[in-house]
């Protein structure tokens, strides 16, 4: 009995000895030469192995699932911030004139300041209320802008034609009247191209109406431009509000 307790005594400390001298030759080992691609140790790969885990360095392994992120709405101060940038760039722009990157920087900015603006109605609103576009009193009309028109855009949006569909059917009440299609912008940029932005505006709407109508009409395009704002230029909001399209009819 004692015999044998020696010999398992003996084995074991040669075991620890054994593995204590080859943990420092490996250290020695990977001192010298380190591994030129090295990997993370065991225990922090796991989250990476479990499908649907992401963490902050396995977004561009493909074994793991990521999840989709529902992008925040901006706060206040954030909104405050992209207001006081596009203030200052826009100013810049009116100083340096046409200026691509300031121009593309500014649009960037608005499309974010547009998560929050304020309630306009939509395409789909306008499309299918039971409100006419046109004043049955005053025969005038008004659109907001950006339902029909990317931010200084000339091409009519798929989402935007049931508006003016709506409103071919309403012309039909009208038979042979001339239809003033005005289009005013807001103050962004030059003000020659923001009169050319809505002249052409007004024609590319001018254009889909008459395509549906008979040539009984008469169309007059006209493009105000910045001249005739309803609200000061002081925030986005505003700019939204002052982009907007006046439908008034002279009836034969």
Do not use: C
């Amino acid at each position: 009995m004692g015999r044998f307790f020696l010999v398992f005594l003996f084995r074991f400390l040669l075991l620890v000895v054994g593995g204590g001298f080859a943990a420092l030759l490996g250290v020695a080992l990977a001192t010298v030469y380190p591994a030129s691609t090295p990997k993370k140790p065991l225990v922090a790969r796991i989250p990476e192995l479990i499908p649907g885990i992401v963490t902050e360095d396995n977004s561009n392994n493909p074994n793991v699932a990521v999840r989709s992120q529902t992008k925040p709405q901006l706060t206040k101060a954030q909104r405050k911030q992209l207001e006081t940038e596009l203030q200052r760039l826009e100013k810049q722009l009116k100083t340096t004139g046409n200026d691509p990157k300031l121009g593309a920087r500014i649009k960037a900015i608005r499309q974010q300041l547009r998560v929050n603006l304020a309630k306009l109605p939509s395409a789909s609103d306008l499309a299918l209320s039971n409100q006419p576009l046109i004043n049955p009193d005053t025969l005038v009309g008004k659109i907001p802008a950006d339902v029909l028109f990317e931010d200084n855009q000339t091409f009519l949006l798929t989402e935007g034609k049931p508006v003016l569909d709506k409103l071919v059917d309403e012309l039909k009440n009208y038979p042979s009247a001339t239809v003033v299609i005005g289009v005013h912008t807001d103050s962004v940029g030059e003000p020659i191209n923001n009169r050319m932005l809505s002249f052409r505006q007004a024609g590319a709407i001018a254009k889909y109406l008459s395509s549906i109508l008979d040539k009984s009409y008469t169309w007059i395009p006209v493009g105000y431009g910045e001249i005739n704002p309803l609200v000061n230029d002081e925030n986005q909001t505003n700019l939204q509000y002052n982009r907007r399209i006046q439908i008034k009819v002279i009836p034969e």
